[in-house]
């Protein structure tokens, strides 16, 4: 396997070192869901922040100085996110099993709905966390840009 297999999640969350830990992340995020999560913005990005910060508090990744936003997109009574992806610096970052990083500028429509994503999530249903980039995520994130 590869980062071509990884989910959105493992991704949005820790980025990429090996296959390994890319399983061992998506058993975390799958066991860290919340009882409930309320049909609303601040809800739904309460639940990003709480998935996150589980997930990267039993991993330890190592973190950067630089700032990001981390998106989930839900749909109705769903408790962890749908599909997650990363902006950063002006970029859109994502990836689903099957797919290299993807990339493209941030705009308002992909902020809500980055293009991977075949169904438009409603604003309402995407929640938001402001916080740092892993050093996984940054050299992935270099490699694709050639930066």
Known sequence: MSFNEAACHVWAI?????????EDI???YDSCSPQSVGNNKGARSGAVVHAVTTVRAE????????ECTIYGGFRRNQRLPEHM??????????????????FEKANNKN?????????PFDNSNVGFFKTVLT????RLINEAMGW
């Not at 050093?135 to 940054?138: I, K, N, V």
């Open 14 to 22: 820790d980025g990429y070192e090996n296959d390994a830990r890319m």
């Open 135 to 138: 050093q996984s995520q940054l």
């Open 59 to 66: 991993f330890n990744p190592g973190l950067t100085d630089r």
């Open 85 to 102: 992806w990363v902006e950063y610096n002006g970029y859109i970052f994502e990836t689903m099993p099957g797919h290299d990083l993807v």
């Open 26 to 28: 998506n058993i975390a």
């Open 111 to 119: 902020r809500d709905t980055p293009r991977l994503e075949n169904d």
